[in-house]
Every structure is written in structure tokens, then in C-alpha cells.
């Protein structure tokens, strides 16, 4: 019976020795500021998929923003932040330096993830940077990704890729 509240104990004091939140306010008004749970799945070789959740907060702009990472009792896991010509990932242990987003995401999941596009993907539109078609059913095909928005009005978005491996990216948006 110990040993759980130990662990519980010893949980409730990580998560205060980690990284601290920082409340940006919107360069420019129109900037974005959506929060939710987010999953990505990896399909590997064997078949099987690697991936994890997460909370999220994604600010800004594909120009310059911000992405935090949570743990379901709220704890900040990482952040990145990006502006013109700098992207940071920072964490508990460290502070690193990438040259663009995909850079990042491909380290941290193995893979690409278009950060840039997911500001309007998460909004139920295709990003203006690159052209897209409707696809089959609710949603559309951009960058080689499916965007399905048959739950949007349960504020669910899938975007998975095309080509293999496949990455399934899904996330609900808190009102």
C-alpha cells in the first residue's frame, strides 16, 4: 500500500520540478491559440504502431508560434517554439536548436508532421500554401496527407499520410 502514494508522491513532485508555462500573448490578433489532446501514430516495419498522446496548446502562426506538450495531469512535457529562421525544442533535460520544423518533428517521431499546415487543418481547411482536393467522404488530400473532418463537429480532426509508413496525427480541440 506504500509504495502507491510513494509513487504517487513522487509524480505530484516532478511534475512541479519541470518545465514552467509561459502565457505569450498574440503577436498579431489573428493569431491562432487552439488547445485539445492530440495523438500520433507511427506505423513501423512490423506493423506495429509507435506514437503517444499528449495535451496541447499550439499558438501563433505558422510564421512564428509556439507548440506545448502535456501529460493528462497537465504537467508541461516540452515546448517548440519557432520564429523566422529558428526553431527550439525545449524539455526537463534540455534545450536544442533545429533548422526547420519538419527537422524537429522528424527527430522527436521519426517522421515529417507539417506543423505550418496543421494551423489550418485543425480549423477544417486545407493550408493555403499548397494545393489540395476534395477526397472521398468529408475532407480533403494535401501534401500527401488525408484530412478527415467527418467528426468535426465533435471537434475531431484525423489527418493521416498517405504513403508509407503511415502517420495517423488525431486531435480533438477543446471549445
Given amino acids: 500500500m506504500k509504495f502507491p502514494l510513494l509513487l504517487a508522491a513522487a509524480l505530484l513532485l516532478s511534475a512541479c520540478a519541470g518545465l514552467q508555462r509561459q502565457k505569450s500573448e498574440p503577436a498579431n490578433p489573428s493569431d491562432l491559440r487552439l488547445s485539445g489532446r492530440i495523438s500520433v501514430q ?100 494535401q501534401l500527401g496527407w488525408q484530412i478527415d473532418l467527418s467528426r468535426s463537429a465533435e471537434r475531431l480532426i484525423v489527418a493521416t499520410r498517405i504513403a508509407a509508413p503511415v502517420v495517423t496525427l488525431r486531435a480533438r480541440i477543446e471549445p
Fill in 42 to 141: 507511427v506505423a513501423g516495419d512490423s506493423g506495429k504502431a509507435a506514437g503517444g498522446n499528449a495535451g496541447f496548446e499550439l499558438s501563433g502562426s505558422p510564421n512564428a508560434g509556439q507548440l506545448e506538450l502535456s501529460t493528462p495531469l497537465g504537467s508541461l512535457l516540452a515546448r517548440a517554439s519557432w520564429s523566422e529562421g529558428e526553431v527550439l525544442l525545449q524539455t526537463q533535460e534540455d534545450q536544442r536548436r533545429f533548422a526547420d520544423l519538419d527537422a524537429l518533428t522528424r527527430e522527436l517521431l521519426g517522421e515529417a508532421i507539417p506543423v505550418a499546415a496543421l494551423f489550418d487543418w485543425l480549423q477544417g481547411r486545407p493550408w493555403p500554401q499548397a494545393a489540395s482536393r476534395p477526397s472521398a467522404g468529408s475532407g480533403f488530400e
